[in-house]
């Protein structure tokens, strides 16, 4: 009986996070950086429509978001600082929209797991929108998680496994380089 409690004292506590900032490989390779965090899945959430396709939810009527579903190590790393992370490196003020990607399903959202998460993001979009970084209005939606879906296989660790296209180069870049900038002492 004595195993059993040192082998419970040496389990994780493993939480959930899930965010929605735009093209999912965008969002899933800063968040594959910090410290604390274990696993990075991307996926679709907050749609009406059960086990979504991507193409379906390319098309902006599935109610989808693009997301990732982050499992994360609290003792390591608080909730608090990857919402600080989710509103550094995104534009959390454009409706429905990160930068040439457009549509419903690139919506700023945060998916909360629990009443104390959804009091987190409040507070968060809350000192965001008053900390004068941006010129307009916060419009990040709060929303309890209802559903997620996996993404498909090939959008699984995209920014790793596809560094060199354009895509990657113009867009997800950039957006690490200022994450690595403003952020090095949470990177692994």
Known sequence: ???AFIIDDMKENIEEATFGAGCF??????F????GVKHVKPGYSGGHI?????REVCNGNTGH???IRIEFDPAVVKYEKLLEVFFQTHDPTTLNRQGADVGTQYRSVIFYHSDEQKAHAEAAKKAADQSGI???????????LD??????????????????????????RPKMEKFRAKFAEIIK
């Open 1 to 3: 009986m004595q195993i």
């Open 50 to 54: 059960k086990n979504p396709a991507y």
């Open 134 to 144: 941006f010129s307009d209005p916060v419009v990040t939606e709060i929303a309890p």
């Open 147 to 172: 559903n997620f879906y996996d993404a498909e296989s090939d959008h699984k660790d995209y920014y790793l496994n596809h560094g060199n296209q354009p895509y990657c180069q113009a867009v997800i």
């Open 32 to 35: 594959q950086q910090i410290e």
């Open 25 to 30: 490989w965008c969002v899933e390779a800063v």
């Open 65 to 67: 978001a693009e997301v």
